[in-house]
């Protein structure tokens, strides 16, 4: 079994963050990566947040937490991030072109030895890994949000992944403290798979007029004694997450996990869910924090733009 020191994380959005939490708390030196400064900014202020949040309940030690946090490392290149890594960890988007561009990078980055995991939740890691001269060394680890409450953790075995690769990858899920199942690759995996049907059918069902939204959801929780509803499950997600998933699962698998119209009607719409503001449901505080930071947005632009010259135009007959 390779030793693993260094985890790099590849995308600092919510699932990124979450894995990069766990790697941390799990020992590990982890260099979580981003192209964008304001999500490495937010990622560092969200897993403070969540490491002070545990301590606060007693699952944590203060002092383990601050360790954790010291070990965070940030990096605006999948360069930066990955040349040092012993496991890299890609967490971007679910669209099979964005993970096989990783991938081509990162075999071309990281040393021989690197293993290379995707978190992707349903799509196929032989054929990420076909890209690489590596395969041997590439596995799934699919990690499930909100990261760092959740103890599932996915290992997909991939056509050609070997025994050591696999091994490893079972072993830092564990330090991560996750409960790991091992699974040969198959689409959708175990949870997407039946997850995806689920949510889809709750969809026709909402489409159809059978119930509400919140009866759905409450119906699942209280007499199926599932956690979460379909579409709050669905809203914590993002509807174009689960839209790309069903669709991958409709091409591979078949006419059963045929997207339900409404479900595209919402993506088409922008109704992404929580990250949004609005899904299935309403979230006003994520509108207003989006709405602000908008508005900062559109204050800097205009302020460079309106930067005082000799050559500014002003209205007729103002005084400058």
């Known amino acids: 079994m390779a030793e693993v020191k260094t985890v790099a994380v590849i995308g600092a959005g919510i699932m990124g963050r979450g894995i990069a939490h766990a790697a941390a ?18 990622a560092e202020s969200e897993i403070r947040a969540n490491l002070d949040k545990a301590v606060e309940l007693g699952k944590v030690q203060a002092a383990a937490a601050d360790a954790a946090f010291q070990r965070l490392e940030y990096a605006g290149s999948v360069e930066e ?3 040092e890594a012993d496991l890299v960890i890609e967490a971007v988007p679910e669209e ?4 096989i561009e990783i991938f081509t990078l990162l075999d071309k980055i990281c040393r021989p030895t690197t293993i290379l995991a995707s978190n992707t939740s ?24 909100p990261v760092h409450k959740m103890k599932l953790l996915e290992i997909v075995r991939a056509l050609e992944t070997d025994d050591d690769t696999l091994s490893t990858a079972v072993e830092a899920g564990r330090r991560m403290g996750k409960e790991v199942v091992v699974i ?10 039946i997850n995806a049907m689920i949510g889809n059918e ?35 997600v993002g509807l174009d997450t689960r839209l790309n998933i069903l669709e991958y699962l409709h091409k591979t698998l078949g006419e059963k996990y045929r997207p339900s119209p409404l479900l595209v009607q919402y993506v088409k719409a922008g109704r992404l869910g929580r990250k949004s503001g609005r899904g299935v449901y309403e979230y006003p505080e994520v509108h207003a924090e989006i709405r602000s930071v908008e508005t900062r947005l559109a204050e800097d632009r205009s302020a460079k733009h309106a930067a005082p010259s000799d050559t500014t135009p002003t209205l007729a007959g103002a005084k400058r």
Do not use: W
Not at 96 to 99: V, Y
Not at 122 to 145: D, P, W
Not at 210 to 231: E, Q, R, T, V
């Open 25 to 42: 708390t799990g020992g590990y030196r982890t260099i979580l990566e981003d192209l964008l400064p304001a999500a490495l900014r937010r």
């Open 81 to 83: 991030a990955a040349r």
């Open 184 to 193: 040969k690759e198959s689409p959708g995996f175990i949870t997407s798979r």
């Open 122 to 145: 349903s799509l196929s890691i032989t054929e990420i890994a076909s890209v690489t001269y590596r395969a041997q060394k590439c596995v799934g680890m699919h990690f499930f949000n």
């Open 202 to 236: 709750a969809f026709h069902m909402l489409q159809e007029g059978i119930a509400s939204a919140a009866d759905i959801d409450k119906a699942l929780k209280l007499g199926l004694n599932h956690p979460m509803g379909p579409f709050e499950l669905v809203d914590l």
């Open 96 to 99: 099979m072109e964005s993970k």
